[in-house]
Each structure stands twice: as C-alpha cells, then as structure tokens.
Nanobody, 126 residues
C-alpha cells in the first residue's frame, strides 16, 4: 500500500519555473515506478513523465520534453517534477502516481498505475 501527497502547485506567469513534490508513504516505495499525470479542465488525464523504480530511466511526453525533469529520492520517499519554461497550456491539476513493478519498461498509461495522489493545481497565466 502506498499513499501519495502532492505539493508545490501555484499560479505563475509564462516562462516561470516550478517544482512539484510527491511524498509517499510505505516501505516499498523504492520498488514502485512513479509518474506524473495532469488533467486540464474539460480534457482527459494525460501522461507527463515517469521514472523507473531505480531512478535509472525516465520518459516524458513530447509536450514537456526538454522543459520538465522527473527525479526521485528513494531515501526520502519522494518524487519531484521540475518544470521550466512553463506555458499557458501547462495549466492543469498534476497528479502523482505509483505503479507496482509488474510492467515491462516504464508504464505511461494511467491504467497501469495503482495508487494516486489528490493532485496539486498549476495555473500558468499572463
């Protein structure tokens, strides 16, 4: 069982940077692949970034590649999403998710994730 809690959202201008944090409970955190998803009003939830349990491999949605960086600190049971050069279209609720290591590679679909946080709002506005 893993419980997730996101923090760090806010209201920012285009071009700004922000770091989201996902704090996880549970002793098995280091065995879970972790990801960030987001959902904008009126849109489906979409994959943003994911990191393998070891931290040795990451993958990103094309829309954030080169701007966002996912990382994890297994000693602190924490996952981060560093977001740079924010755009208006990055506005969404951001969710942290955990997937048991049952999938080959890094899962990127929401149905592959077992646990979800409550989300944190990121609003980019000029």
């Amino acid at each position: 069982q893993v419980q997730l809690a996101e923090s760090g959202g806010g209201l920012l201008q285009p071009g700004a940077s922000l770091r989201l944090t996902c704090a996880a409970s549970g002793r098995a955190f280091s065995t879970y692949n972790m990801a960030w998803f987001r959902q904008a009003p009126g849109k489906d939830r979409e994959f943003v970034a994911a990191i393998m349990w070891s931290g040795g491999s990451t993958t990103y949605a094309d829309s954030v590649k080169g701007r966002f960086t996912i990382s994890r600190d297994n000693a602190k049971n924490t996952v981060y999403l560093q977001m740079n050069s924010l755009k208006l279209e990055d506005t969404a609720a951001y969710y942290c998710a955990a997937a048991a290591p049952a999938w080959a590679g890094i899962p990127t679909h929401d149905y592959q994730y077992d646990y979800w946080g409550q989300g944190t709002q990121v609003t980019v506005s000029s």
